[in-house]
């Protein structure tokens, strides 16, 4: 027998009551943190990870922590290679927030949902999240919806990843962690001057707080002789090595 048809649980009204209070709920009992869309710049198709890849942008947005107790997972573990940290969370964050926040970037791998692989930075832990996993149907169809995300995350080992997201606290980690040997360039490389980071915010940072002139070295032209260059006699005074008067040991040529 067919349910009563005078109980309808999938209206649009209600369906939009529905996510207006989960959304107020996420605004009271939720946490401010920042979304960072991964951009990918030379994706490897073996291994499923990009080792150039970056975070150029931020977006702030109520998210719910689901684990009240503290963080999942195996936590610290003692290992071959010494101690490793395991922290798992879950986020909760309202799917027509996110649409209406973060789906338009164009970094983002889809725009159907948060995507696996982009980051969750948490101010209360100053830690950063990495997005193992997006469950997309808990809780399941109520009132024939599905209001929210669930974002199973664990803590990102920073690998010199680029964060340019113009959040100071959170670029401060590329300043402070990164082991990248282009992470400060010289900006000056010719003339006259001073260098300076290339990457300055503000004031400039100079490095050499001095003035100096640059040259380059002339390498010898080939068969040039060293003194000419030098200004010595180093290849007039030495001993000669070479004697070009025996003949062709390789041929049958006299004169060679």
Same mark, same amino acid.
């Not at 936590?75 to 799917?95: C, W």
């Not at 889809?110 to 100053?126: A, C, I, K, M």
């Given at each position: ?33 920042y ?19 970056s ?15 503290g ?25 027509l ?8 970037? !164009?970094?983002?791998? /889809? ?6 692989? *982009?980051?969750?930075? &948490?101010?209360?832990? %100053?830690? @950063?999240f ?97 003194? !000419?260059?030098?200004? /010595? ?6 001993? *000669?090595?070479?004697? &070009?008067?025996?003949? %062709?040991? @390789? ?6």
């Open positions: 027998m067919p349910t009563n048809v005078y109980f309808d649980t999938g209206t649009t009204s209600e369906q939009r009551l529905y996510e207006d209070i989960i959304i107020e709920q996420l605004k009271i009992y939720g946490q401010d943190v979304y960072l869309p991964r951009k990918l710049a030379n994706k490897d198709t073996i291994f499923g990870e990009d080792p150039a890849s975070f150029d942008d931020s977006y702030i947005i109520e998210m719910y922590v689901d684990n009240s107790d963080y999942m997972g195996e936590q610290e573990i003692i290992k071959k290679f010494g101690l490793e940290l395991r922290d798992d969370i879950t986020f909760i964050v309202s799917k927030r996110w649409e209406t926040l973060i789906s338009n970037n !164009t970094d983002l791998q /889809t725009s159907l949902r948060p995507n696996e692989g *982009d980051l969750v930075y &948490f101010p209360t832990t %100053n830690a @950063f990495e997005i193992q996993f997006v469950e997309h149907e808990a809780p399941f169809y109520q009132q024939s919806a599905l209001p929210v995300y669930k974002l199973s995350c664990t803590k990102w080992e920073y690998a010199s990843e680029r964060l340019d997201t113009g959040i100071t606290k959170i670029d401060a980690t590329e300043d402070d962690l990164s082991t990248d040997t282009m992470q400060f360039q010289f900006a000056l490389e010719n003339e006259t001057g001073s260098f300076v980071i290339e990457s300055s915010i503000g004031a400039i940072d100079y490095l050499i707080n001095e003035d100096f002139t640059m040259a380059t070295q002339q390498p010898v032209d080939s068969g040039q002789a060293f003194e !000419t260059a030098a200004g /010595t006699t180093t290849s007039s005074t030495a001993d *000669d090595i070479l004697d &070009f008067s025996e003949r %062709n040991p @390789f041929g049958e040529v006299d004169d060679y």
